[in-house]
């Protein structure tokens, strides 16, 4: 079993719901040489609200990779919405665009996610390619970037964003696919102050919404507005503990050795 | 870093001493202006100048600008091809008096336009042309000497330079009926009239990438630069060392673009990606596009009978 301790008792995921994502001990590793994951097991039920917790290079955006299914597991088994999800399954095009169309992710690197050469276009990109018409992509467009504040950037280009208006724009391409999962990786990290209260309340009506959230973060002060559930991985690339944000914050020792405080850093909260 | 690197950590004695650095009696040195560093930091700003200035420019109210970009786009490649068939220079000097009333009417820049324009015919023409107008490569009345060769007289000849002056003539017509397409059409706009007149979309999606990702890369570029220039210490010298630099930069600069290009096809496969590109394109045809598109073809006709009777 790759989870080693458990900080107190999970929240109750009330396990009537059903599972998004499924995660049973998987392991993945770069170029065959340097570990990233080393047999995790997660499961996401629907509307939970799930932060992965750890230091740099801990795997926790390879973990997001791998639910979105950009990358697939050296050994053990991810499956989503109850099907197994491989490279084969992803090849036929009706389970593609379900799982495309049902999951959603921000990237950290907000440069590499916006790639096209307008808002407009990159916003209507999902749409598109998920079988939506222009005129229907185009609706989507107006309305997400509407409800962002950012309908005055639709017609300029990447490079004459700042980084909080490109990571508006990253999350509103993601949006308009109107995903029933949402994975975030580091969605605060580099933001000024402003935009980062602003993603947490977006993060926070999001889960009010219903959209189940999965993000990777570092940031423990916003824990208990964005999730429900911790998931803390070691610096060894392995789930050593699950627990409400309340119990895993409380558990200084944890935190210290996982690296996600210093000896010297105050609690947060 | 790890908790037994961080608890290792001794300052040398070395960082804890001042260098010395602007001498004390406060005289300078010699003055010398920017090398290789510089120029590039300059030319990365130049370029995104132009690019800003490129855009607003699209984005007036002009004559062109109110044009459909289908209609601009088929429209040039027809003028173009009437102005590769003229053979008359007066022919392709009314054709490029036509153009410069368009980017007035446009409100292009005259100055700006015309610059733009001959900027780019000597680099094209210059080295073909040149040779030709002299004797010893076209035959024919020697209008200025420039040596004798055995008691005759060699330089340039007329119908050396009647030809030099038609395809200069020709070159930049036809730069600056592009230009004109170019700087009067948003990049976007230009992209989906492309698209709509049957390249394939996935050109289109690549010029596009290219076309976005250039700025990324301008700005690592700049970065490394910017580095370099505030690690320099004294004047920048073009020995051994900027050379591995400039190497060095290229290299760090491939495998950046390398690292990006993956990370882009991930996020365009999150969103649904399977390698059929879709784009929105929305155009509507007005009457003004149509009338546009007839006086093209009137422009094009009175071209080639205009030259027809002009004759050779």
Known sequence: ?269 | MTQAAEESLRVPEWLLQGEPAMCPCGCVGKRKKGGYVEKTLNGGAGLLRQVMFSDDVAAQGGLLQRLDPRVKFVSVIVLLVAAGLARNIPTLLAVYAVTLGLAAASRLPIGFFVKRVWLFVPIFTGIVVLPATLSFVTHGHVVLTLWHWHGHPEGFTSQGLTSAGLVVSRVAVSISLVVLLTLTTPWVRLLAALRAVGVPRIFILIIGMAYRYIFLLLGAVTDMYEARKSRTIGATRHDRGARAFVGATGGALFGKAHQLSEEVHQAMTARGYRGDAKTLERFALTRFDVLAAVCCLALAAAILTGDHFLGH
């Open chain 1, 1 to 269: 079993m790759a989870t080693e301790t458990t900080t107190g008792t999970a929240p109750d995921p009330s396990t009537e719901r059903e599972v998004q994502l499924a995660c049973h001990e998987v392991s993945y590793s770069y170029l065959d040489r340097f570990p990233a994951l080393d047999r995790v097991s997660l499961t996401v039920r629907a509307g939970e609200r799930v932060a992965l917790l750890g230091a740099n290079g801990c795997g926790k955006s390879t973990l997001l990779k791998l639910l979105d299914g950009l990358i697939f597991p050296a050994s053990g088994e991810f499956t989503a919405f109850g099907h197994t999800v491989t490279e084969d399954t992803l090849e036929d095009e009706q389970f593609s665009q379900a799982f495309r169309s049902r999951v959603g992710f921000v990237f950290q690197n907000s440069d590499a996610q916006v790639f096209s050469p307008t808002v407009r276009e990159e916003v209507a990109f999902g749409p598109l390619q998920l079988g939506h018409t222009p005129e229907q992509a185009e609706t989507r467009v107006t309305e997400t970037l509407t409800m962002l504040g950012i309908a005055d950037l639709a017609d300029r280009a990447p490079f004459q964003l700042s980084g909080g208006q490109k990571k508006r724009v990253a999350i509103a391409g993601v949006l308009a696919t109107n995903p029933e999962v949402l994975l975030f990786d580091e969605p605060t990290a580099a933001l000024d102050p402003r935009s980062q209260y602003w993603l947490t309340d977006l993060i926070e009506q999001l889960g009010a919404a219903g959209k189940t959230i999965v993000h990777a973060t570092h940031d423990l002060d916003v824990l208990p507005r964005i999730a429900d559930r911790c998931v803390v991985f070691s610096e060894e690339h392995r789930v050593i503990a699950e627990g409400t944000p309340a119990e895993v914050l409380a558990d200084r020792d944890l935190l210290l050795s996982v690296n996600l405080i210093h000896a010297r850093s105050p609690l947060p909260g």
